[in-house]
């Protein structure tokens, strides 16, 4: 405070000017409550700390956190400092870039679940603030901009499919800098700043897909966050409900179908009212999943049932971020979930139609969705283990391996050691045994 040449007054007035630019109206300290913070040792809650941090950071000369002024327990991530404007937004996506190319470390950082429900809670319900209107000395951005952007997304995402998301995910943040410079310092209209920041909640999005593949679950969940903020400026309510359900794929993987259907329920709010039957099908797929591993079988069935009766892929253009969401990736996550019922409930009627849906995935998946290709493989190769067809299971794992073999996913390298650990049981058996091998050599046998 001192060497900032703040009083306990001007401090407050600066917090409360800076809240309400980012967002956040209802902060409004005055000189007694920092008086508090100083005397007292009271933490204030989030955001003031990053807020705080930033303000005696300027003033100082150099980068302070939360943690320097001595409230560790009052540090913030990006995504829940965040308010939902378009400055705010681009500036926390600016300091998630900055912190993930720096190599800080995520996971003091990650956001409690709890925590990312209540920030995205009204993401469908609020109108968006109004975009910036005028800059000085920005450059101007047209829509020719703005499908350059689109353009490199698409490359990004299609590396991803091929390569995973450890290959590139420091490249895609790197390109993500670019474009948040571009949407802060920029000059564009109404229709093309919406463009634009439809295009960010795209990359973003992608971003935050490729830290999940690579195992950084924190990063993703900040990524996929920020990029529903960008998506709900764009006035992109399909795109909000596919990055919300990446999001619930991030928690259904790390064991939390809570939160994962929670964030299921916050999509299919959104698109109520819009016509994607595709990304609805998606989403019912989703909700059968994470109500399965919750051991809710009628909702599960229920949610299959919308699944495939509202899918329909001829019905509008499906946009590049939902492409994914074709009949192989329908019969993929169908039939996982029927192969989980079969287990968890001991109902073996669930395996013939499980079995069938992922061989018809595998069969169906197109040739450069490489990672999903090794997914419906290793899924077969569990639903053979659990039909007691060996030679069916080996068979198709052997595919998922040679798949397998030049991707960087920690997603990839997770199925492989289930897998393992599934074969177990059967390792006496010689062509078994001979899988186990090679299981052992892709780094699948456990630690």
């Known amino acids: 405070m001192d060497a900032a040449g703040y009083t306990a007054y001007a401090l407050a007035a600066e917090v409360a000017d800076l809240a309400g630019q980012r967002g956040h109206p209802q902060v409004r300290p005055d000189g007694s409550r920092v008086g508090h913070w100083l005397r007292d040792g009271e933490r204030p809650r989030p955001p003031v700390p990053e807020l705080v941090a930033d303000l005696l950071s300027d003033r100082v000369g150099r980068r302070l956190s939360p943690a320097d002024l001595g409230w560790e327990d009052g540090v913030v991530t990006p995504l829940t400092a965040a308010g939902w404007g378009a400055e705010p937004t681009a500036a926390a996506l600016g300091r998630l870039i900055d912190a993930d190319l720096r190599g800080a470390t995520s996971g003091e950082t990650e956001v409690a679940a709890g925590e990312l429900l209540a920030h995205l809670q009204t993401w469908a319900i609020d109108a968006p603030a109004p975009l910036p209107t005028r800059r000085e000395g920005g450059r101007r951005i047209g829509s ?59 990359l973003a999005g992608v971003a935050g897909w490729m830290a999940h593949d690579a195992g950084c679950y924190p990063r993703a969940v900040e990524y996929l966050g920020l990029a529903v903020h960008a998506a709900r400026l764009g006035g992109d309510r399909p795109l909000g409900a596919h990055l919300l359900q990446c999001l619930a ?28 039957p595709v990304v609805r099908a998606g989403l019912h797929a989703l909700a059968g999943r994470f109500a399965a591993m919750l051991g809710q079988e009628r909702d599960t069935l229920e949610a299959l049932a919308r699944a495939l009766g509202e899918f329909d892929p001829g019905a509008g253009t499906v946009p590049p971020y939902a492409a994914y969401l074709d009949q192989a990736e329908l019969s993929s996550t169908v039939g996982e979930v029927r192969l989980f019922l079969a287990r968890s409930t001991g109902d073996r009627a669930h395996l013939g139609p499980a079995v069938e849906l992922l061989r018809t995935a595998a069969e169906l998946r197109a040739e450069e969705r490489i990672r999903s290709r090794v997914f419906d493989w290793i899924g077969l190769a569990r639903g053979w283990f659990a039909a007691g067809d060996l030679d069916g299971a080996c068979a198709a794992a052997d595919q998922a391996l040679r798949l397998a073999g030049g991707l960087d996913s920690a997603r990839v390298a997770g199925r492989l050691r289930d897998l393992e650990r599934e074969s177990r049981p059967y390792q006496a058996q010689a062509p078994v045994a001979e899988l186990r091998e090679r299981l052992a050599a892709a780094g699948a046998s456990p630690s």
């Open 144 to 202: 020719s901009d703005v499908r350059r952007i689109e353009q490199v997304t698409d490359v990004f995402r299609a590396l991803d499919n091929r390569q995973g998301g450890g290959a590139s995910r420091l490249a895609v943040a790197g390109q993500l800098a670019d474009v948040v410079a571009v949407a802060r310092d920029g000059i564009y209209t109404d229709r093309v700043g919406a463009e634009l920041f439809r295009a960010l909640g795209d």
């Open 249 to 276: 794929r991030v928690y259904g993987y790390r064991g939390d179908p809570d939160t994962a259907r929670e964030c299921i329920d916050l999509a299919l709010y959104g698109v109520r009212r819009e016509r994607v």
